[in-house]
């Protein structure tokens, strides 16, 4: 009977569990898992959940009955501490040692912390737990102080608003989402923000920040100073790869994998947002923080692991809703300097087109425009040309225009 064990019990854990059941039905699978909850998802958890829309028990992909029908063995609250590569065994925080045939690291990300935002009162977005502390304090009126202006502040900072609070996002950079997203939709999502009373703050860190036992928390900004009942801190992730590390696989900002999620061990594979993996015709290396990694490379992992050949090539993408509003970046935008805008950027609906230096469409960026992401992901999978109707519908825009 083949052993399979799986370290991480996020959407990439879980998947791959369910998977490799599905494609070996009499092996023996263990999933192991730090947090105590059942396995969960967490987009959510920066937007539905933090407005109350949903309940932690519908985050939750699987019960335990689940688990126990399906024979996948789930140890919640279990760290696995190391990885012995030549017995092919495992061990947890509890000093028990698990023997495997193929090992999957599954293992996420963790928030990145500031050090002068250690104090207790600082709320760092990634679990269930701390989406909960955060909700009971989004009360009208409340003020909340979000440093850093990604996906994770500003949806927070949407959500807070929704909940008629104050809120103030301070980022360092000189404006919001300038990671990997060209200035004109950086400052039609500022826009956005700013139509809805939420303070924008860029190119300032915090002077100086005065943490109170129980009352407000005040940060103190160059030009004034802003008092706060919560402070999230949204600054990015570290992915998870001691574990792999220690055991002297190939980390660089992510476990290293191929195109078959296979380590340079060939019974350890990666899947999910701590994969560092081939991506596009070049097979760039990338970490991606999105959902559709953690959902998608288990099947080719678990495919993998039971013999199979399959490659892991799907076109990067990922969303964010910020007031009910919906943006979605589809393949390579970081690197373009033209686009092609259908409709406006002022407008409630836009698409951008992100163009290589031969004019050829290489990826998009999509506001309220998913029927546009589903032609341009079929574009760019068969490589064909844009259609003659979107490119005469289009005006051609530099990325580093604000395009008012
Ligand atoms: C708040 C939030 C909102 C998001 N919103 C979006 C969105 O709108 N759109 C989008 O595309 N993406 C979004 N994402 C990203 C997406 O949800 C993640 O990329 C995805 O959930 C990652 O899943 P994963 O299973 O790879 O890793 P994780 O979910 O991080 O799961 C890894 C698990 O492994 C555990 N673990 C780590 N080391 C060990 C160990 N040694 N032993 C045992 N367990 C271990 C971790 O504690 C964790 O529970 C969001 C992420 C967050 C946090």
């Known amino acids: 009977m083949k052993r399979y064990a799986i370290v991480g019990s996020g959407l990439a854990g879980h998947r791959a569990a369910i998977s490799l059941r599905n494609l070996a039905p009499s092996s023996s699978i263990h999933m192991f898992g730090d947090e105590s909850h059942l396995p969960y998802d967490r987009p959510p ?65 963790r928030p990145r912390r500031l050090p002068e935002m250690e104090d207790a009162r600082a709320i760092y977005l990634r679990t269930v737990d701390d989406a909960a502390r955060l909700r009971s304090v989004l009360e009208p009126g409340r003020s909340i102080g979000i440093i850093g202006a990604g996906f994770v502040g500003l949806e927070v900072a949407a959500a807070a608003r929704d909940r008629g609070c104050a809120v103030c996002v301070i980022e360092a950079a000189p404006s919001v989402l300038s990671r990997g997203l060209p200035p004109l939709v950086s400052n039609a999502i500022q826009r956005l923000h700013l139509s809805r009373g939420v303070e924008i703050v860029c190119g300032q860190t915090a002077k100086a920040i005065e943490w109170t036992r129980r009352g407000p928390i005040n940060i103190e900004l160059s030009h004034r100073s802003f008092s706060a009942d919560a402070v999230v801190v949204g600054v990015g992730v570290i992915p998870n790869t001691e574990l792999a590390a220690a055991a002297g696989l190939e980390v660089d900002n992510g476990i290293v994998v191929d195109c078959h999620l296979q380590t340079a061990d060939p019974s350890i594979f990666a899947a999910g947002e701590v994969t560092k993996h081939p991506v596009g015709k070049g097979g760039a290396l990338l ?31 990922l969303w964010s809703d910020q007031f009910g509003q919906n943006l979605q970046i589809l393949g390579d935008v970081a690197d373009s300097q033209d686009f092609l805008l259908r409709g406006h950027l002022d407008s409630e609906q836009w698409t951008l087109i992100a163009l290589n230096s031969a004019t050829e469409p290489t990826g998009a960026i999509a506001f309220n425009s998913g029927r546009d992401i589903s032609m341009m992901r079929r574009i760019l999978k068969s490589g064909g040309n844009l259609p003659l109707d979107v490119i005469s519908s289009s005006r051609p825009v530099s990325a580093m225009v604000p395009v008012c």
């Not at 029908?69 to 609250?77: D, E, G, K, P, V």
């Not at 065994?89 to 293992?107: F, G, H, M, P, Q």
């Open 45 to 109: 958890l920066t937007k539905d959940f933090l407005l109350g829309k949903v309940e932690q028990a519908q985050l939750t992909f699987s019960d335990v009955q689940t688990y126990d029908t399906l024979n996948i063995h789930y140890h919640h609250a279990t760290r696995i501490v190391a990885i012995d590569r030549h017995q092919r065994s495992i061990t947890t925080d509890r000093n028990e040692v698990y023997e495997y045939d193929k090992l999957l690291l599954a293992t996420g990300s």
């Open 287 to 317: 970490r991606l923080e999105s959902w559709n990694v953690a959902h998608k490379q288990p099947l080719v992992a678990a495919a993998c692991m039971t013999g199979h050949d399959l490659v892991y090539d799907e076109i990067p993408w």
